[in-house]
């Protein structure tokens, strides 16, 4: 297993290769990349208790994303799509280096995240933020809705006058779609609805002009009601604000609303990626041709095959041999236990990794 990772002690040292901030400052995403993520692989090792480490030498690991290598173009939301425990949030987690990586490279704007000295990482910070699925947990119920936003301005030491930081936090809320802002200001979260509370969330992420949201089910835990209208907001404020998303969701018809690209990730590997339209239209992957099939359409009459997948999705510790779909898949044939399909190109930049593509 090759490893990125390197002390925060040896970065800091006289590390040639190390990203200082004002690299970071310099960077521009060259041909509108700003995310270039390459042969990525994140596991956990399990920690086993004291008798069976003394009985079994081979150290088991969570492989929670298992090789993996995509880009991410400025300005577009890009959708991660796949069930539970496919390593969706762990993807976005590493790409802010929440997370960090065993194995593989992303590189922000062209520099390399895993390099990045600590005052980088500050800055980085600012630039890459993530909002989370579930608005209650992630704000503080004591603060008022001005502190909550103006809290990133204040650990950051972005503003220079309360003046500054005033103006900001109330077009950030403005913003968010909670309007006229300073009706908002000094109520408390309880005394705002779950969306209003998302919305919240997103002024205090966006405050801090940052290039890039990473959103982990930010709509899962809201009324089907009020889903769309913060889905309008993503689009929205990717369109006026250049804003990038990455939008992570197990629900493949949200990704199909509002993302400008799709890739679908079956246990820590990506098995489809394409423009989202395409991938809807030409699903090329088993899995994705069954999260498509399971989709509500309007017309309940609509004749439609339900691909109902069998059986539960596999262990990450365990992968299974070949194909790691194949025990699942209503396609799968003898070669498929045997071998680990390699991406295929469809078209365009549309990709799909399964065996029998083209037969
Ligand atoms: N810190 C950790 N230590 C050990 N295992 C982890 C850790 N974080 C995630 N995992 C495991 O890695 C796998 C991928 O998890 P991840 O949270 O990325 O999936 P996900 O696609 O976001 O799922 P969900 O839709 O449930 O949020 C899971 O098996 C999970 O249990
Ligand atoms: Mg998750």
């Not at 400052?25 to 995310?35: I, N, S």
């Not at 009985?55 to 400025?74: G, P, R, W």
């Not at 990133?152 to 809320?173: G, M, Q």
């Amino acid at each position: 297993m090759a490893t990125t990772k390197d002390t925060p002690a040896a970065r800091e040292q006289g590390d040639k290769s190390a990203v200082k901030a004002s690299d970071l400052a310099a960077a521009t995403a060259k041909d509108g990349v700003l995310f270039d993520v390459r042969d990525l692989e994140v596991y956990f090792p399990i920690h086993e208790g004291f008798f069976k480490s003394m009985v079994s030498t081979e150290k088991k690991f969570v492989k929670a994303v298992d090789h993996i290598s995509f880009q991410v173009m400025q300005g577009e939301i890009l959708a991660l799509v796949g069930e539970s425990g496919c390593g969706k949030t762990t993807t976005g987690r590493t790409m802010l280096r929440l997370e960090e990586p065993t194995g593989g490279h992303i590189l922000y704007k062209g520099l390399p995240v895993e390099k990045f000295t600590s005052s980088t990482l500050h800055a980085y910070r600012r630039k890459a933020q993530i909002i989370f699925q579930d608005p209650y947990n992630s704000i503080n119920p004591k603060q008022t809705i001005f502190d909550i936003v103006a809290e990133p301005l204040e650990v950051n030491n972005v503003t220079s006058s309360e003046r500054e930081k005033e103006d900001r936090v109330i077009k950030a809320i403005s913003e968010a779609g909670l309007r006229p802002a300073t009706e908002y200001l000094y109520r408390y979260p309880h005394e705002l609805s779950g969306g209003q509370r998302q919305r919240v969330c997103i002024a205090g992420a966006t405050v801090l002009e940052p290039d890039v949201i990473v959103a982990d089910e930010p709509v899962a835990s809201l009324d089907v009601s009020i889903r769309n209208d913060i889905l309008k907001l993503m689009v929205e404020q990717k369109e006026k604000m250049g804003v990038t998303y990455i939008f992570i969701t197990h629900d493949l018809s949200l990704a199909w609303a509002i993302s400008d690209r799709i890739a679908v990730m079956y246990l820590g590997r990506i098995v489809e990626i394409g423009e989202t339209l395409e991938v809807v239209s030409n699903p090329q992957h088993p899995y994705t041709r069954a999260l498509i099939s399971v989709i509500p359409v309007p017309d309940p009459l609509a004749k439609r095959e339900h691909v109902i997948l069998k059986g539960e999705t596999p262990n990450p510790v365990d992968i299974p041999s070949g194909c790691r779909f194949h025990p699942r898949c209503p396609d799968a044939i003898d070669a498929c236990k045997e071998t680990d399909p390699p991406e295929k190109l469809i078209g365009g930049d549309h990709y799909a990794a399964c065996l029998r593509i083209g037969e």
